[in-house]
Nanobody, 119 residues
Framework: VQLQASGGGLVQPGGSLRLSCAASGNIVSVNDMAWYRQAPGKQRELVATITSVGSTNYADSVKGRFTISRDNAKNTVYLQLSSLKPEDTAVYYC??????????????WGQGTLVTVSS
């Protein structure tokens, strides 16, 4: 099982971007999904989480600006980034707990997608 993230890029302050992350492989279930980010010189931090039934939580720094959602039919999680600030510049990683056909549950990470907020 694996996660593939996409959607990063360069955006001006105040702009918007949508990140996507799709799970693939021998999947039985995709449980909690999340987005993390790591800015240059800083530790990775949790941005937002979403459960399999759609309950969400956000870091205080992104509340009201970012929206996490998922499409269970596509095993995909999204992160809509709005009102972007230069301090949102980071590599964004998706994460998910995935139940596989071998009976194990895997803590999977996507490869990271770079978001740069700059004028």
């Amino acid at each position: 099982v694996q996660l593939q993230a996409s959607g990063g890029g360069l955006v001006q302050p105040g702009g918007s971007l949508r990140l996507s992350c799709a799970a693939s492989g021998n999947i039985v279930s995709v449980n909690d999904m999340a987005w993390y980010r790591q800015a240059p010189g800083k530790q990775r931090e949790l941005v937002a989480t979403i459960t399999s039934v759609g309950s969400t939580n956000y870091a205080d720094s992104v509340k009201g600006r970012f929206t996490i959602s998922r499409d269970n039919a596509k095993n995909t999680v999204y992160l809509q980034l709005s009102s972007l600030k230069p301090e949102d510049t980071a590599v964004y990683y998706c994460n998910a707990d995935i139940g596989a056909t071998d009976g194990d549950v895997y803590d999977c990470w996507g490869q990271g997608t770079l978001v740069t907020v700059s004028s």
